[in-house]
């Protein structure tokens, strides 16, 4: 049993150099800047488009709660029911979900769509049992499923009706962008999903190559011829996104697995190149078994009959096309014509790939929303027309045809402004609607049947060789299935020129046809040779990518350059601790010349304050004995005077008071004696003093008493 399919998470993949998209595709290296300038857009746009879509998921969300009916309770215990009836928790599980709640409003309303119109096709195409193959698988299948009745019908366009009013502003807000966490399921709901899935349907497809496997030996030639698109398929498989983060491994063999499942489903179509790269969409967006059913609603139902082996409508479409685009620019279709370039040359790949690998995947991805939206190709038609307006001007300047098809290939992919592409489209383009589509298709569809039976028939008379090929497949043998048979042969890549260089022409409607085809072929060629440039492109961006994940070239030189600098960080190193070996060195004599140094100082200011204490006691001393003498000068003053009191006063007892002139001159010698006795020596004043004392016996006892004192 398959494993569950990788399914993509652009918040995995948005931090990727630039050289992938948020999406993981790769960027062409010729976009790299530009896209490097839009992503910043991107990322502002696709905040913006979340908060709109939540707040409307949020309002709808209620109003669904409050106007919740009995069909929704129906619906889900049948949906229960089924679940519980083929319940393999470790098998179809893993590849088949549902989508979230939040959503079942818009779901409900799309899967109401598309069981009408199922319901239309299977009462129009009762008769064609090819038609109906998909009907009568659902039938055998689930019959609960097969046929609602009227009633139910009835309430499901009750339903609808009841939400036209936010349904516009649902168109409005798809139009506007789908946000990337939302973009699978709602895909999903858009395509209806739900109302297609018939449980075990899928998983059968892919066991009846077990089936195959089993009656080999009985079957083996048969199976040969019916499954020959496997090879094709093998082929395709390395070429869808290579590179891509998502599609390694389980995601190549779940797009096998798909695509194998599909060709089954609808062997009139089998498998066409460009199948690979919607189903590997589709696989990044949602799980394995949604996307068969996705992709087996677009293939089936949007473009009915594009891929078929005929491909009438989609020639149909293009006849369309051209007359939309002579009515709207008839300027730049007479230059195209003077330049002998058809419109179908251009628009045919841009209508056969839905803009695929044409355009920028994030304006891919925006187209995919409002196409998958309105549910059939009318924005195939307004893109391109807004993509011949944008660039319109420019190719009227070209003078060759390949100059015009070159540039206008070159500036569909250099298209980064999508809300640009889809407001031109959308509101510029918006009365090319779904009902004067069909009256155009009506109006051509008679000349592209007409054309193709006379192609047939000229054909048959040109390519001799490959009659009995041709009337094998009943005389439906088209250029397209022409290009696809030769592709699947052993040459595989070269594409069928049409006509034998041997055969004679003898009329002139041969060689016209011969002209119509060749051009035909020529405008595959160059695709092809588009398709296989792109194809390049990218491989030689996943090699760059595997390249870097392998470069020991670059590794080596790096490891070398790493060693260098090692070596040299060890000598700068050794260096440094040299260095730091002879600072410390110095520092250790620095600090031992401190230590001496503090050392003197130490014993300086010990000294200093010892000479400051002596110095303190020599001062204290001299004032001391500086007191002691200033008291024995004023002691020596007062014995003095008692002396020279005690002389006059022995005097004047013995001789006789004298005048008083002669009074002032004793008291003048007085004064001059006293004087004389301050400047004379202490020492020999006492001694005559004394012998004076002792000379007089009256006084000498007096005497005494004042020396000693």
């Known amino acids: ?104 409003v818009i779901e409900d309303m799309m899967n109401a769509r598309v069981r009408k119109k199922i319901d239309l096709v299977k009462a129009c195409n009762e008769e064609d049992s090819e038609e109906e193959f998909y009907d009568l698988e659902r039938s055998e299948s689930d019959p609960a499923q097969n046929v609602l009745s009227s009633d139910g019908l009835n309430n499901q366009t009750a339903y609808i009706e009841s939400s036209v009013p936010w349904k516009e502003e649902l168109e409005c807000l798809v139009q506007g962008g789908v946000p990337m966490a939302l973009r699978g399921e709602l895909w999903q709901a858009f395509v209806g999903v739900k109302a297609r899935h018939i449980p075990k349907y899928y998983q059968n497809l892919l066991d009846s190559d077990t089936n195959n496997d089993n009656s080999k030996t009985s079957t083996t030639a048969p199976v ?128 056969l790939s839905i803009f695929m690998n044409m355009l920028p995947w994030e304006s891919v991805l925006r187209v995919w929303d409002v196409l998958l939206f309105h549910g059939n ?108 048979m030769n592709s699947e042969s052993s040459n595989g890549d070269e594409p069928y020129l049409g006509v034998s260089a041997d055969a004679e022409i003898d009329s002139a409607s041969d060689l016209q046809e011969q002209i119509l ?17 792109l194809r390049a492109e990218e491989l030689e961006i996943a090699l760059m990518e595997m390249v870097k994940q392998d470069n020991r070239r670059q590794l080596s030189a790096k490891v070398e350059q790493l060693e260098r600098d090692v070596a040299e960080l060890q000598q700068a190193l050794a260096c440094k601790q040299e260095q730091e070996n002879a600072m410390l060195q110095v520092l250790m004599r620095v600090e031992q010349e401190q ?55 022995q005097s004047g007892q013995h001789k006789a008071p004298s005048s008083p002139r002669t009074n002032q001159e004793l008291s003048q010698d007085t004064r001059a004696r006293k004087v004389s006795l301050l400047s004379r020596p202490f020492g020999l004043g006492w001694l005559d003093k004394n012998k004076e004392k002792l000379a007089e016996d009256t006084n000498g006892h007096q005497m005494g008493e004042v020396s000693l004192g």
């Open 224 to 351: 040969c011829l019916s499954e020959k698109w496997k090879g094709q398929i093998e082929k395709d498989l390395p070429r869808t996104f290579p590179g891509h983060p998502a599609l390694d491994g389980d995601g190549r063999n779940a797009l096998r697995r798909l695509l194998t499942a599909y060709a089954r489903h609808n062997p009139l179509v089998g498998y066409c190149q460009a199948m690979n790269f919607f189903a590997g969409l589709l696989l990044l967006l949602m799980p394995e078994e949604n996307a068969f059913w996705a992709l087996l609603g677009i293939l089936d139902d949007y473009f009915e009959g594009y891929y078929s082996e005929e491909m009438i409508e989609s020639q149909v479409d293009q006849l369309v096309f051209e007359e939309l685009v002579r009515e709207r620019f008839p300027k730049l279709v007479n230059h195209l014509d003077y330049l002998g370039v058809q419109v179908a040359w251009v628009s045919g790949p841009w209508f």
């Open 1 to 104: 049993m398959a494993a569950k399919s990788p399914i993509l998470k652009p918040s995995t993949l948005v931090n990727i150099e630039h050289k992938r998209d948020a999406y993981g595709f790769a960027v062409r290296p010729q976009h790299v800047q530009r896209y490097r300038e839009y992503s910043r857009i991107y990322k502002e746009e696709e905040e913006e488009r979340s908060d709109r879509w939540k707040d409307f998921l949020q309002r709808q969300s209620e109003s669904a709660q409050l106007s919740d009916t009995g069909l929704h309770t129906e619906e889900t215990n049948a949906t229960n029911g089924d679940e519980s009836s083929d319940k393999k928790p470790d098998q179809n599980e893993q590849i088949w979900s549902h989508i979230r709640p939040s959503l079942r």
């Open 595 to 649: 230590r001496a140094t503090e050392d003197a100082r130490v014993y300086a200011e010990q000294d200093a304050a010892a000479q400051r204490y002596a110095v303190n006691m020599l001062q204290e001393k001299y004032e001391a004995a500086t007191c002691s003498l200033a008291e024995m000068e004023e002691r020596l003053v007062m014995a003095e005077s008692m002396l020279e009191a005690t002389l006059q006063y």
């Open 517 to 533: 085809c060749l051009k035909n072929e020529l405008c595959l060629v160059l695709e092809e040779k588009r398709s296989s440039t």
């Open 377 to 484: 190709r009318v924005m195939l038609f307004r893109t391109a027309l807004a993509l011949m307006e944008l660039y319109g001007p420019a190719l009227v300047t070209t003078k060759d045809a390949g100059d015009a098809i070159t540039l206008l290939q070159s500036l569909a992919g250099s298209t980064f402004d999508s809300s640009q592409l889809v407001l031109t489209a959308c509101m510029g383009y918006h009365n090319v609607n779904e009902s004067r589509l069909k009256v155009l298709r009506n109006k051509h569809r008679p000349t592209v049947k007409a054309a193709l039976e006379e192609r047939l028939k000229g054909l048959r008379m040109l390519c001799g060789s490959k009659e009995d090929k041709v009337d094998h497949t009943g005389g439906k043998m088209s250029n397209g299935e022409l290009s696809r």
